[in-house]
T-cell receptor, first 115, second 115 residues
Framework: DAGVIQSPRHEVTEMGQEVTLRCKPI?????LFWYRQTMMRGLELLIY????????DSGMPEDRFSAKMPNASFSTLKIQPSEPRDSAVYFCASSPSRQPNQPQHFGDGTRLSIL | AQSVTQLGSHVSVSEGALVLLRCNYS??????LFWYVQYPNQGLQLLLK??????LVKGINGFEAEFKKSETSFHLTKPSAHMSDAAEYFCAVSGLTGGGNKLTFGTGTQLKVEL
């Protein structure tokens, strides 16, 4: 079975540029999560959706970050304008439902470097 | 509020030795507990989970964990370490009222396995 698919796997861009990260959740899963992982801050939840609706975006760092889920099979995380401190690995995860006993399934991440 | 504490950011064991990774949690509601493993350049992979029922939970790759409510612990063990177990391990908790399956992660423990 296909897992969570993220693209691109690696992105290198200059500061000030717009960055778009993409995620395809596991088919049939209706919860989707975006995380950021850095050495300094560990794993941080940025935002999560349920049935394509944002439920909690309290982890989004600032207005430069935005996330959308136009349908059940696709989500994007956009950074505009990007800054060097946004360099991190960004993970997408999906889950069958919002029930607290349901595990999250992670993609392999996008390694983002902002020069 | 929920929190997870993983004692020891780095643990080193010899191949064939017992692996013990510690996790303590705090939660105002009955918790659901998870252990994830992260190999280099990959996303997090579910090792095992505790939801209800038997407090000793068996997972993949020979790992198991025991939920001890009186000690608020969910330590991860494996009787005999293998070189392929070298990775970072994360303990996580969900179950906060209204939080769905939003996970609170520990800071991770890097496991090193030596010959």
């Amino acid at each position: 079975d296909a897992g969570v698919i993220q693209s691109p796997r690696h992105e290198v861009t200059e500061m000030g540029q717009e960055v778009t990260l993409r995620c395809k959740p596991i088919s049939g899963h209706n919860s989707l999560f975006w995380y950021r992982q850095t050495m300094m801050r560990g794993l941080e939840l940025l935002i999560y959706f349920n049935n394509n609706v944002p439920i909690d975006d309290s982890g989004m760092p600032e207005d430069r970050f935005s996330a959308k889920m136009p349908n059940a099979s696709f989500s994007t995380l956009k950074i505009q304008p990007s800054e060097p401190r946004d360099s991190a690995v960004y993970f997408c995860a999906s889950s069958p439902s919002r029930q607290p006993n349901q595990p999250q399934h992670f993609g392999d991440g996008t390694r983002l470097s902002i020069l | 509020a929920q929190s997870v504490t993983q004692l020891g950011s780095h643990v080193s064991v010899s191949e064939g030795a017992l692996v013990l990774l510690r996790c303590n949690y705090s939660s105002s509601v009955p918790p659901y507990l998870f252990w994830y493993v992260q190999y280099p350049n990959q996303g997090l992979q579910l090792l095992l989970k505790y939801t209800t029922g038997a407090t000793l939970v068996k997972g993949i790759n020979g790992f198991e964990a025991e939920f001890k409510k009186s000690e608020t612990s969910f330590h991860l063990t494996k009787p005999s370490a293998h070189m392929s177990d070298a990775a970072e391990y994360f303990c996580a908790v969900s179950g906060l009222t209204g939080g769905g399956n939003k996970l609170t992660f520990g800071t991770g423990t890097q496991l090193k396995v030596e010959l």
